[in-house]
């Protein structure tokens, strides 16, 4: 898919209209421009993992998703792709997306432009040092980024992915297949989910991964990368997974 020209013009793409005048994106409230769903005619779900790539949780997220013939975006940290260039190649090699989630996973919020842009630079140089040509999209660490710094990074050609679910929270609390059915009953077809093969997060995120693709396929619902997700909404057509 050709990414690049996608987030050339984000705010128009947020707002172009698809059948009855909806908008293809469903844009973050306090981020405008920054893409946190979609409207897809597919039946699909954006699955998304945070903060790899990391020794042991990231070839458990790989052994999950093949097992039930789902794809995602990985958000990698560009220092720990230095130290584990090999599981994003096995990652791209079984499908899956490599964006950026930056280079040490520091706030994005309140630095300066030129820094922002050289860390998010540095870390899709260590991707394609691995090996993997990167999605041009951008998670934000903990989703923050300040209105300013969203408009610099989506004018240099990427696209800033959010998310509308996740069962971070949940997980602290509720066992892995009442956390993953509460959130497959509110999910519809273009969600974005938030997990994590890295971080303190991480292991919460494992436990949950199984119930979740179970419940997916329970509703008829088919787990894709973020880039394929958007790709359905602007074009608005379903090819084959």
Do not use: K
């Not at 998010?120 to 999605?135: E, F, K, N, S």
């Not at 997060?201 to 949950?208: K, L, M, N, P, V």
Request: include cysteine; hydrophobic fraction near 45%; aromatic fraction near 4%.
């Amino acid at each position: 898919m050709a990414l690049v020209g996608l987030a050339m013009a984000p705010l128009l793409l947020c707002a172009r209209p698809v059948g009855g005048g909806t908008p293809a994106f469903v844009q973050h409230p306090r981020q405008p421009g920054s893409v946190m769903g979609v409207r897809t005619p597919c039946p699909w779900v954006g699955l998304t993992f945070d903060d790899g790539p990391h020794a042991t949780l990231t070839p458990q997220v790989l052994d999950l998703l093949a097992r039930h013939g789902a794809t995602a975006t990985f958000y990698v940290v560009g220092e720990r792709v230095m130290v584990r260039p090999d599981l994003i190649r096995r990652a791209a090699a079984e499908g899956h997306s490599i964006g950026n989630h930056t280079w040490d996973h520091r706030n994005l919020t309140g630095r300066a432009t030129a820094e922002v842009l050289a860390d998010l630079d540095a870390t899709d140089a260590a991707i394609r040092d691995a090996g993997v040509r990167p999605v041009a999209e951008v998670r934000p660490p903990r989703g923050r980024l300040d209105p300013w710094l969203g408009d610099a990074v989506r004018a240099s050609a990427r696209v800033v992915v959010h998310w509308e679910m996740s069962p971070d929270r949940l997980a602290r609390r509720w066992d892995a297949r009442r956390v993953a059915d509460h959130l497959v009953r509110r999910t519809r077809p273009g969600a974005i989910f938030l997990l994590h093969d890295g971080g303190p997060a991480g292991e919460r995120s494992i436990r949950t991964l199984a119930p979740l693709l179970e419940a997916f396929e329970a509703r008829g619902l088919r787990a894709v990368s973020v880039d394929r997700l958007l790709d359905s909404a602007v074009q608005r057509t379903c090819p084959p997974t």
